[in-house]
Structure formats: structure tokens, C-alpha cells
């Protein structure tokens, strides 16, 4: 019993009763996207008569008490099966900031057969939060070195890195699952060269970033694919990785992710996003005007979606932090250039994320400004973000307080003709159900009932 005795403390020690302990297990739950509920005296069973839930609620009581207390409780902690998940927790949550950690985080990632394909419980609050403030005060990595096998060069890297920026290149066309294959094969490569090549300071500095990078690509695109919680165990362990190769705007980068993730799923009380996004600021002083855009704009987006501040204050920082990205697009680029991976942040990229920042606060003719000087083309055609923007003009028309629906359905349709064999991104698909939603009081309108009609296809592949 001393399982449930562990249990019985951990749940007093968050002050919480077994009745209120249900109570907020249930909203966590529906939180995370579980529909299940359990019975307020549920919880009692397991305290008092050592009863063993079924799943998802092991996990789900680790990670509800792991967010109460500010650190990581896992299932196995309390003497209950959790099907791996306390293991993956573990190592990219609570590893060291070296590369042992980066490592071990690592192979929860890639050695398990189907772990990508595993729907993941998503987790909040500090499970979050904290390792980005660790990644902020961690110390340097030492010496990132392996004296045994045979040597690798810095020329495989740059080829390594080339296949690297070809399947970023895919990404910029589509997701889905099969990308998120490739990706997490040649993360294995990596992975294994670590594991079993000798190498020097430099080039185990230079493995552990493509490793971060591909573990960046990969928390994208299982993202954009509807994977959460893969997506975050992806980030984090990103994060450690970046760490050890010293590459703090690829670590900044990556937080940016996560604020993004953070946002749109409206994590926790909606501070985590802003957090998440503030901490990468804070630790890239670099030069780069694209990686500074591209932090400034994750801010944005994060403060037009902070339901804890007043109206004012949201349009205030969203401006702000919009201002900053633009004003750093416009510095000139530094003597050393800036990452390969910043290449996407244009000016084009700019003004559709700074659309969509004044869409969330209700700045219509700002929002359309942006949004259609995103459309001009000015680099190569990415399919993907101009369904996006399409989908996010459309609503511009539709949220304003006289609807202009001819306008709506022209760019809606536009991006209808992109989600229709072309791109596959459950996110856009996403945006798109909530134009269809906000179109709904309209279906008497003949164009409105043809434009919700084509959509259904979309919108069910994706169901």
C-alpha cells in the first residue's frame, strides 16, 4: 500500500481533497482533448482500497499532480502502469542540460518502434514552462566529444545538413504523417552517429544541432499533423539537443514552436504561450534581423491570444511585439549571416503572421493590410501558407461587423482549391472549419451553402 499512501500525500500536498482531486482531474482531461470523465468518488478507490485505474487516467493523475506541485510525478511513481509515458516525460523533461541528456532524450524518441504513431497525452502548466527557464540558465555544455570508432567528418555533416534542409523544404508543401517517417529515420542516422562515431568538439557540436533541427521539423510537422503530445516530447528534447551544440537561436527557435503550439491549443490559462515566447527572446542577444523577426512575431501571436489580459492590453503588446519584428527585418543582415533554417521569414511571412495577430484582436482593416500584402508573390510559392492566408483573409471579411460574404467566398474558395489534393495540413483545415463555423448563419446564401458544401470533403478527410 504504499503506493496509495504516495498517492494519498502528493494529492494533500496540492491541497486537494479526493472529491476536488476528481473535480479537477475531469478539467484537466478535457484540457488535454479526453472526453472521458471519472465519478467524484472515483479518485477515494484509489486513495483508500488501492483500486489501479484504467487508461488514460494513470497518466492523467501524474501529470495533473506533477503540474500542482512544479515537478514531475510520473505513474510509475505511483505504482501504476503508464505504458511508457513516464519514460518519455522523464527524459526530456527532467534530463541534464549535457549531452547524456540530449542523448537519452534522444532515443526515447527513436528507439521505441511506432512512438511516433502513439496518440501522446498532451501536458500544461510546468511540465512546459519549466524546461524552457532551465534551457535560459543552464550552463555550456562541455566538451561534446567521442574518442571511440570511426572518425566522422564536418563534410558528411553538411551533407546530413543538406538532407535536412530538403525534407524543411517538403514541410513547406505539406505535412503528414509520412514526412513525419522520414523525418524521424534520419533523425535515427543522427542519432546512431552520435552514438558510434569518434568526433571532435566542433562536429559533435554541429551533430547535436541537426539533431535539434530535425527534432524541431519533426515537433512541426506532428503538430501541423494533430500528434500534440508527440509534438511537445519533440520540442523538448529539441530543446536539450540545441543546447548541447551551444546554438542558442536554434534553441530560441524551437521555444518559438512551442509557444506556437502553445497558442492554438489554448494550453493552461493561456500565459504559457507568452511565457514560452518571452523566454526565447530573452536568451537569443544574437544579430540575426530574420531569427529576432521570427521570435517578435511568436510574442505576437502569443499576446493576441492571452485571454488574461484586457482588450487594451492585448492590442497594445501585439503591436508592439509586431513592431519589433518588422523594425528587425528592416536592420541590415549581420557580416555572418543568419541561420539556413530562417530562411522562411520574409517579408511576405511577416505581414501574414501580423494579419493574423490583428485578426485574434479584432483590428480588421489592419488585419487585411497585412494579409494581402502577404499574398504578392515574392519568393517561391509555398502552398501551404497561402491556403493559410486565404483562409485567414476570408475571415477578415466575415468576423467584420458588416460581413462582406462575395469577398469571404472568393478567398475562402481560393484556399479550398489548395486543401483539395494539393496540401495536407490538418491545421489549415482547421482554420478553415472555423470560417465554415462563422459562414454558418449565412447557408441561405447561395454562395455560402456551395462554399460549405465543397468544403465537406476537406473537412471530413481530416475528422
Not at 524551437?254 to 493552461?268: N, P, R, V
Not at 530562417?342 to 493574423?356: C, D, E, I, L, R
Request: include cysteine; charge should be neutral.
Amino acid at each position: 500500500m504504499a503506493e496509495t499512501a504516495l498517492l494519498e500525500r502528493l494529492v494533500a500536498e496540492a491541497g486537494l481533497t479526493s472529491g476536488r482531486f476528481a473535480q479537477r482531474l475531469n478539467r484537466y482531461a478535457q484540457a488535454t482533448g479526453h472526453r472521458e470523465q471519472v465519478h467524484i468518488k472515483t479518485p477515494y478507490k484509489w486513495i483508500k482500497k488501492g483500486e489501479v485505474p484504467r487508461p488514460p487516467w494513470p497518466t492523467l493523475c501524474a501529470q495533473l499532480l506533477s503540474q500542482e506541485l512544479g515537478r514531475l510525478v510520473t505513474p510509475c511513481d505511483l505504482g501504476w502502469p503508464d505504458g511508457g509515458a513516464g519514460d518519455e516525460l522523464t527524459a526530456v523533461v527532467q534530463g541534464t542540460w549535457d549531452a547524456d541528456g540530449a542523448l537519452r532524450a534522444l532515443h526515447t524518441l527513436t528507439d521505441a518502434e511506432g512512438v511516433h504513431r502513439r496518440r501522446m497525452l498532451q501536458v500544461l502548466g510546468t511540465t512546459i514552462t519549466t524546461p524552457a527557464h532551465e534551457w535560459l540558465l543552464a550552463q555550456p555544455a562541455e566538451a561534446v566529444t567521442r574518442s571511440a570508432g570511426t572518425s566522422i567528418t564536418a563534410e558528411a555533416v553538411d551533407h546530413l545538413d543538406e538532407i535536412t534542409a530538403g525534407l524543411r523544404r517538403l514541410d513547406d508543401h505539406g505535412s503528414g504523417e509520412q514526412l513525419l517517417t522520414l523525418i524521424r529515420e534520419h533523425l535515427r542516422y543522427v542519432t546512431t552517429l552520435l552514438d558510434t562515431r569518434r568526433y571532435a568538439d566542433t562536429v559533435g557540436r554541429r551533430l547535436h544541432a541537426t539533431a535539434a533541427e530535425l527534432l524541431r521539423l519533426g515537433g512541426f510537422t506532428a503538430f501541423d499533423t494533430g500528434y500534440h503530445g508527440l509534438a511537445q516530447r519533440y520540442f523538448l528534447a529539441a530543446l536539450r539537443s540545441a543546447h548541447t551544440a551551444g546554438d542558442q537561436a536554434l534553441g530560441a527557435n524551437i521555444l518559438g514552436f512551442m509557444s506556437c503550439q502553445a497558442k492554438d491549443l489554448g494550453l493552461g490559462n493561456g500565459r504559457e504561450a507568452v511565457l514560452l515566447a518571452e523566454t526565447a527572446r530573452a536568451g537569443y542577444p544574437g544579430a540575426s534581423g530574420p531569427v529576432r523577426a521570427i521570435l517578435a512575431l511568436r510574442a505576437a501571436e502569443a499576446y493576441a491570444n492571452d485571454p488574461t489580459a484586457s482588450t487594451a492590453r492585448r492590442a497594445a503588446d501585439t503591436r508592439r511585439a509586431i513592431d519589433d519584428a518588422f523594425n528587425s527585418l528592416d536592420d541590415p543582415t549581420p557580416s555572418h549571416g543568419s541561420p539556413s533554417w530562417s530562411y522562411w521569414m520574409s517579408p511576405s511571412q511577416a505581414h501574414a503572421q501580423a494579419g493574423y495577430c490583428h485578426l485574434r484582436i479584432g483590428d480588421h482593416p489592419r488585419a487585411r493590410h497585412h494579409l494581402r500584402r502577404s499574398l504578392q508573390p515574392q519568393e517561391g510559392n509555398y502552398s501551404r501558407e497561402e491556403a493559410l492566408r486565404d483562409i485567414l483573409l476570408a475571415s477578415t471579411y466575415q468576423q467584420q461587423p458588416r460581413p462582406d460574404l462575395e469577398q469571404a467566398l472568393v478567398h475562402g474558395n481560393r484556399a479550398v482549391d489548395a486543401l483539395t489534393g494539393q496540401v495536407d495540413s490538418p491545421r489549415c483545415v482547421g482554420h478553415l472549419a472555423r470560417l465554415v463555423s462563422g459562414l454558418g448563419p449565412y447557408r441561405r446564401s447561395r454562395g455560402v451553402a456551395e462554399f460549405i458544401g465543397r468544403t465537406r470533403p476537406v473537412l471530413d478527410g481530416v475528422s
